[in-house]
């Protein structure tokens, strides 16, 4: 590593320490903070942590994802998930999929003839990050049925949105090329990388248990938990599965295996979180261009409300139908709006997919558009939702607003 990198970092830790004590004061979510300085640092403003300082430290994005994809997972353990009941599923469902329904109408009825970019921007629409709602939770010490409820849900909807953005490419790609599809490749091609991420995070779970159910030395447990997610990460990477779901099967296996050895690993866990949590959101707040907005105008902002609707009355209708208690009804919705991290990341398979000129210069314009409006948006998600989430758990009186 260069020493300049090295030098990137420390100044980048140094400016966390110091975002972090502002918003102390000021009362703001830590994440609003930083990725609100990830942005006036990003190569849009200062230029200070330009794309390739950002490339060279991927690596911190990618473990943050990793620690918060396991927190997620060990809160799904069977207590949480018997006490809540079928609402967490109805809710999960009801979000992911309305959000995918308003956002795919309104861009459709805007160009009518995309009907392929429509599907694609309501798949990544329904995708909802655990990171920042995660963080916000854990930095107000947040505890009650919608604090369970809120990390219940941003797990289940990984795997749903990944559903939806599977079959949502394998249409547009029909669509593009002329293609017809047949009812075994619509079914199949996403049961198998959704069982095999499942299988991946499961086993890994069981060897990990296998191992470290009778040790009681920190250092050996850290060791063992931070290979054990590193080898899930790199794993489902390398055979194009969820990481995220991946990891998160993990947590939530060892958690109804063992659940005091998945608490250990957890508060293990928590150690490394003040590093990485805080830089994986001034990153992404870098790598949001604000000179966007000229070219994404109307369809971003109409893109932010439909999605903020879909999710926010998807919730609303799901916990309704789930009978979950009322606090629950009234405010989860408000809990689910950010999304960096998992929706950035299915724009980029986007990307990777139709912006090689495989599918033709409209695949290619799809892709420019969708990377370009998502980088956009994230702005307003990653300072609203925070914000939004924050004042959820204080009206549920699940935090102590002095904190």
Known sequence: MEVRTLVYLAVSLIVVYATKKFVDKVKLPAVTGYVIVGVLAGYSMLNFLSQKVINNFSIVSDLALGI??????????????????????????????????????????????????????????SATAPAATVYVIQQYKAKGPLTSTVLAVVGIDDAIALTIYVFASLFATSILTGTHLSVAKIIITPLIKITLSLILGGSVAFLYYVIFRKIRLQDELTIGIA????????????????ELLAVMTLGAVLANINPMLANRSQRTIEYFSPIFLPLFFMFAGARLNIRLISKIGVLGLIYTAARFSGKIIGASVGAFLGKAPKVVKKFTGFSLLPQVGVAIALSLAVQKKFGTGTYGKAGVDMATTIINLLLFTTIITEIIGPLLTRFSLGRAGEISMKD
Request: hydrophobic content about 60%; overall charge neutral; cysteine-free.
């Open 227 to 242: 290979a054990s997610i590193l080898l899930v990460m790199g794993v489902a990477e390398y055979f194009k599965l969820s």
């Open 68 to 125: 918060i994809a396991f927190s997620i997972g060990v809160e799904l353990n069977r207590e949480t998930l018997s006490k809540l009941g079928k609402s967490i599923f109805f809710i999960a469902f009801f979000e992911a999929f309305t959000a995918f329904l308003f956002v795919t109408l309104v861009t459709y009825l805007i160009d009518p003839s995309a009907l392929y970019r429509a599907l694609i921007f309501g798949s990544i629409a």
